[in-house]
T-cell receptor
């Protein structure tokens, strides 16, 4: 069973600070997705990265896929209270795109 | 807007009874859907793959006779929890692929077994 180690598990910061969440594995993934989940709701897709070394930007969020496709990071610039939530990384192997292995999640709290 | 819906959003049932959860793809067809389970303060764990026109495939450790999956049409998959026990209480979430790699998740169903 491949594992995705996500860190940190908890992150509490002040508004305006920057942060980075990491997702690491010893396995190679064909794609990696980042989700955000609110309490009592399903995960909402933020981004999908497919190519090793790929970098995608979504406003203040920057996602990177490692060159070897074993790791990924999510960087948030100038965090806002609205960024508060659970962030999940999830990887797929081979062509089984829907069979996702999820990281443990990072609970982010941004204080005003 | 939402691309995958689930019904019901919450359900409470008594121990020993069965409960059915529906997952629908909205405005697109999904020959494959996926069922996940999430316990409080934990991440999502894949339970099974629902295949339209054929049997579901289950992940290791998931009882296929307890969690019955039926992919009735190209837009509907159902998960039936049979003979429910309190330990089956969890948040059940389905997903479907809309375009290639991207999986879209339903809003989830909170099951409480009393």
């Amino acid at each position: 069973t491949q594992l995705l180690e996500q860190s940190p598990q908890f992150l509490s910061i002040q508004e305006g600070e920057n942060l980075t969440v990491y997702c690491n594995s010893s396995s190679v993934f064909s794609s990696l997705q980042w989700y955000r989940q609110e309490p009592g709701e399903g995960p909402v897709l933020l981004v999908t990265v497919v190519t090793g070394g790929e970098v995608k930007k979504l406003k203040r969020l920057t996602f990177q896929f490692g060159d070897a496709r074993k790791d990924s990071s999510l960087h948030i610039t100038a965090a806002q209270p609205g960024d508060t939530g659970l962030y999940l990384c999830a990887g797929a192997r081979g062509t089984s795109y829907g069979k996702l292995t999820f990281g443990q999640g990072t609970i982010l709290t941004v204080h005003p | 807007g939402a691309v995958v819906s689930q019904h019901p959003s919450r359900v409470i049932c008594k121990s020993g009874t069965s409960v059915k959860i529906e997952c629908r793809s909205l405005d697109f067809q999904a020959t494959t859907m996926f069922w996940y389970r999430q316990f409080p303060k934990q991440s999502l764990m894949l339970m099974a793959t629902s295949n339209e026109g054929s049997k579901a495939t289950y992940e290791q450790g998931v009882e296929k006779d307890k969690f019955l999956i039926n992919h009735a049409s190209l837009t509907l998959s159902t998960l039936t929890v049979t003979s429910a026990h309190p330990e089956d209480s969890s948040f059940y979430i389905c997903s479907a692929p809309l375009a290639g790699f991207e999986q879209y998740f339903g809003p989830g169903t909170r099951l409480t077994v009393t």
